[in-house]
């Protein structure tokens, strides 16, 4: 069974990562499926919903008489990121009191 991921989620998962190092995409691909089960017919839609929202640049580097395209986070992004982590604790703390069976006014 594979719990859904959410976009906002998607997004957070895909902004954690290019803080730590820019990603061409399909390294980032590539990382992001040790993790969870994404295809690149994914992947990219969300770097340019990513990119168009503010969140993320590009740039090209030539490797091999080809192009890479790569991705960076903006400080936009960051901002983002950080709001994405805010409500992803307070959700995992939330579901982490149900399935620890500690509900406010429950015993235990």
């Known amino acids: 069974m594979k719990i859904t991921i959410n976009a906002d989620l998607l997004d957070g998962l895909v902004l954690v990562l290019l803080s730590r190092q820019d990603y061409y995409g399909y390294a980032l691909t590539q990382d992001m499926q040790a993790v969870i089960s994404i295809s690149e017919s994914t992947m990219y839609p969300v770097l340019r919903r990513l990119k168009k929202n503010g969140y993320l640049e590009t740039y090209d580097q030539?490797?091999?008489?080809?192009?890479?395209?790569?991705?960076?986070?903006?400080?936009?992004?960051?901002e983002h990121l950080e709001r994405i982590i805010k409500m992803w604790n307070d959700y995992k703390e939330s579901l982490d009191q149900i399935f620890n069976g500690h509900l406010d006014g429950e015993e235990g």
């Open 62 to 78: 030539a490797l091999d008489g080809r192009n890479r395209r790569y991705y960076r986070i903006l400080p936009e992004g960051q």
